[in-house]
């Protein structure tokens, strides 16, 4: 497998350019789905190598579960290469497996208690709760609902309502719960792709602010919506879902929404600083996958015919 089964332990890094440059130069939309699908590919190909190398790992110890095949010259002489990176795999993937069992099982508790806390109410698209607590959300499930509080929606003027809803269905309509959560695992398989997950929790509540402002006709009535909502939550212990209501730095995105809508092309021209970090990222996506499907092909050839014997 050699240096191909390594590339996509590393080729993450190629991401960053974009990660940065995508959410001030793309629309929104475009550079959450785009990061979104560049983290996916490039976590899960992170993931496949480290399994690949746990399994030569795997066959250097006592009773491990192909100790037999290991025994084949012809095997040993193939991979010797991976054998010093296959014993580092062993740990690497298992903290890989518990930082992303850990992450899921935080998902669905959260989920688990929000949808609890609304046990008992009517299945209403929007629920109001009588708390002294600011808060608002978005709560996706078999039902979608938007949560908010009596002592937000007092804060607010009728038409700052209105863009707070328009925003929260937004979030809801865009499924942006699975972009978040998608890059939150990402991030768990390699570390490397953290940027990213910081990324699209910005570009993903851009997106809604945008949705939001072309549902209500008023960028600046969004704007202010935002800011109020912001300054009377803040550090409030509020329930929040996958990271949805969490919002993105509340000062870029006021400011943002008080700059006319962001135009442009889903694909960015090749010589602009954003269109090169795009299609870097993409060239970073493909190679990744091209190299972990070559090592799985290159580990099954190997072990299958020994296997057979």
Sequence with gaps: MGLYVLLPLVLPLSAWPVARLAAARLHPRTATRLLTRVAAVMGGCSTLCLALLTVVGT?????????D??????????VSRDRVAGRAAIPALGLVAVACGRALWRHRRVAHRAHRAL?????????????TTPYAYALPGSHDRIVVTTALLDALAPDERRALFAHERA????????????????ACASPFLRPLRSAVAYTAERWADEDAARAVGDRGVVARAIGKAALLSSGAPAPTFAAVAAGGP?????????????AGPD?????????????????GATVSAMCSVNSAVTLFLLLHPAAAL
């Design 267 to 283: 694909r960015p021209p090749l010589f602009t600083a954003v269109g090169a970090a795009v299609w870097g990222a993409a060239a």
């Design 250 to 262: 509340v000062p870029r995105r006021v400011a943002a929404l008080l700059a006319p809508a962001p």
């Design 171 to 186: 979030h809801l309509a865009a499924r942006h719960h699975r972009h978040l959560l998608t890059v939150h695992l990402a």
């Design 119 to 131: 046990t008992g109410l009517r299945r209403a698209p929007v629920v109001v709760l009588p708390d």
């Design 69 to 78: 095949l290991w025994a084949d010259p012809e095997i040993r002489a193939a």
């Design 59 to 67: 066959a250097q110890l006592t009773g491990g579960p192909v100790v």
